[in-house]
């Protein structure tokens, strides 16, 4: 699975939107880029996937580049609850199903100011 | 509906000693994955399984873990001669199906700790 590069941490005020970006330079064409958001004491959560076109759902917007190199994952309001640990992971996929796991990195820190 | 379950929620035990962890999917769900987390990581991957058997066992780090999940349903993590290395957040995760775009669930997590 490629590697992905997120900030270590960020800030957003309340009620604006959080723009979370991820580099994954080396994505290949059968990847697909997933992001998970973990609270304080709380199991990872999901929260979107996509190939190559944009995404969106009742939680966030996933954004990424048309060469696919990196994405943004947009909170259009955040609120106190969104602080959490996101994390951006890129996963292959294929019928053999070998690529199940989930490969997290160290995350960005949102932390969403009243 | 119910989430995936976790427990227990914290267990503290002593260097040398042998501890399970238990894991409760939800309903019909064939997958079930665990991962490990230290303290300022991201989850790590230890093993999933699809049914019964162990599908990928590739992230247990050594022989002194094993898991089982004997009917395709609750798993059980084993630990033995537990070192004050395996302190860390154990987490449980569960999916409909092991493939294409499917969604993992986590459980709050056991908090192991060795002293």
């Known amino acids: 699975d490629a590697k992905t590069t997120q900030p270590t941490s960020m800030d957003c005020a309340e009620g604006r939107a959080a723009n979370l970006p991820c580099n994954h330079s080396?994505?290949?064409?059968?990847?697909?880029v997933y992001w998970y958001r973990q609270i304080h004491s709380q199991g990872p959560q999901y929260i979107i996937h996509?190939?190559?076109n944009n995404e969106t759902n009742e939680m966030a917007s996933l954004i990424i580049t048309e060469d696919r190199k990196s994405s943004t994952l947009i909170l259009p309001h955040a609120t106190l609850r969104d602080t959490a640990v996101y994390y951006c992971?890129?996963?292959?996929?294929?019928?053999?199903?070998?690529?199940?796991?989930?490969?997290f990195g160290t995350g960005t820190l949102l932390a969403v100011q009243p | 509906g119910a989430g995936v379950s976790q427990t227990p929620s914290n267990k503290v035990t002593e260097k040398g000693k042998y501890v399970e962890l238990r894991c409760d999917p939800i309903?019909?769900?064939?997958?079930l994955y665990w991962y490990r987390q230290s303290l300022g990581q991201g989850p790590e991957f230890l093993i999933y399984f699809q049914g019964t058997g162990a599908a990928d066992d590739s992230g247990l780090p050594n022989d002194r873990f094993f898991a089982v999940r004997p009917e395709g349903s609750v798993s059980t993590l084993k630990i033995q001669r537990t070192e004050r290395g395996d302190s860390a957040v154990y987490l449980c995760?569960?999916?409909?199906?092991?493939?294409?775009?499917?969604?993992?669930?986590f459980g709050p997590g056991t908090r192991l700790l060795v002293l």
């Open positions: 996509g190939l190559k």
């Open positions: 992971i890129v996963r292959s996929w294929n019928y053999g199903g070998a690529t199940n796991k989930l490969i």
């Open positions: 309903s019909g769900h064939t997958a």
């Open positions: 080396t994505i290949s064409g059968n990847e697909y």
């Open positions: 995760a569960s999916s409909l199906v092991a493939g294409f775009e499917e969604t993992q669930y």
